[in-house]
């Protein structure tokens, strides 16, 4: 089973981007779905996640009101639609998922699945 996230690429700032989280050879019923990011020089951060299983979604200050995380329509997909876009959300971001988050740390260990992540760069 494999995670990877895509979608990434150059925007500018003020635009928007929609990136997905996949996971190969199984769905994400039961499990949670944690993004991150780390900014060159920077640590990684917490982004946003969802619980498969209703949906409901958690997101770190930064980026609420302007990112959102939805599951597909098929059981092995999430998204995170990321609008208005600013130069410090340059980063490299990444998704996770584990069937007992509790919190989304940011320590790949403490996941049943790490994906590989997509380089997301916003020019001002």
């Known amino acids: 089973v494999q995670l990877q996230a895509s979608g990434g690429g150059l925007v500018q700032a003020g635009g928007s981007l929609r990136l997905a989280c996949a996971a190969s050879?199984?769905?994400?019923?039961?499990?949670?779905i944690c993004w991150f990011r780390q900014a060159p020089g920077k640590e990684r951060e917490f982004v946003g996640r969802?619980?498969?299983?209703?949906?409901?979604?958690y997101y770190a200050d930064s980026v609420k009101g302007r990112f959102t995380i939805s599951r597909g329509n098929t059981k092995n997909t999430v998204f995170l639609q990321m609008n208005s876009l600013k130069p410090e959300d340059t980063a490299v971001y990444y998704c996770a998922a584990d069937r007992n988050v509790i919190a989304c740390t940011t320590d790949p260990l403490a996941y049943d699945f790490w994906g590989q992540g997509t380089l997301v760069t916003v020019s001002s």
């Open positions: 969802i619980k498969w299983s209703g949906g409901s979604t």
């Open positions: 050879g199984r769905t994400f019923s039961g499990y949670t």
